[in-house]
């Protein structure tokens, strides 16, 4: 394995109220991030990988896109991780004027397109984007999920035409949900727990591993 810089990227699930700063404490904020970094980072420490968590709460995917450059491919790093989606749809069923239109799949499409080109190397992993019947999800419930069905559709298919590997998440919470209630893994519906954030970095590293992302 030759990887140096590992990058997640998405919208306040990955935050986790990271800090702004150089603080080693806590840089990678208290998300799925954290745990992810905190096990790679043991288990390859002969390694010293570096692990940046550049989310930021709030973000659609056409804002992720605004800041790439910045966020992303000047970073140079050797593997992306992008969960995004839930924000997109949270300002179209509210009707705010940044939801008027969905730019999700096209900006979501140039962000793959720019890396591709730029760091043709360099490993995607798109994570699929979730809710659960619960907090304001279950307001609108059938709205709600028919437009999570259609971006965790678009993020597959995404996956599969730029080769990138699709870490699988709906199904793992749908599950989790049917153990204990809804809320006990999605607060609101849409942000982990403590348990969610775990739930995710267990698929992500079941998924990543099973690629062979981890042995290259």
Not at 205 to 213: A, D, I, Q
Request: glycine share 8%; with cysteine; aromatic share 10%.
């Amino acid at each position: 394995m030759n990887i140096v810089i590992i990058l997640f990227q998405g919208d306040s699930i990955t935050d986790g109220n990271r800090g702004r700063d150089d603080d080693p404490n806590h840089i990678l904020g208290h998300s799925y991030a954290y745990i992810i970094g905190g096990k790679l980072g043991n288990d390859l420490a002969e390694q010293r990988p570096v692990f940046y968590n550049r989310g930021i709460s709030g973000d659609r995917m056409s804002d992720l896109y605004a800041r790439w450059n910045e966020d992303a491919i000047s970073l140079k790093p050797d593997m992306i991780s992008i969960l995004i989606g839930v924000n997109d749809i949270w300002r179209t069923m509210k009707g705010e004027p940044s939801g008027v239109t969905d730019r999700f799949e096209r900006a979501y499409r140039h962000v793959l397109e720019e890396t591709s080109e730029v760091m043709p190397q360099t490993k995607l992993i798109l994570c699929e984007p979730f809710i659960l019947n619960t907090g304001a999800p279950a307001e609108q419930w059938e709205a709600w999920e028919g437009w999570i069905k259609h971006y965790q559709q678009v993020v597959r298919q995404l996956a599969e035409q730029f080769h990138t590997v699709f870490v699988p998440l709906q199904e793992a919470f749908n599950e989790a949900a049917r153990r204990t209630d809804a809320a006990y893994w999605l607060w609101d519906g849409v942000h982990p727990t403590t348990a969610g954030h775990d739930l995710i970095a267990r698929e992500w590293l079941k998924t990543v591993e099973k690629n062979g992302l981890l042995n290259d």
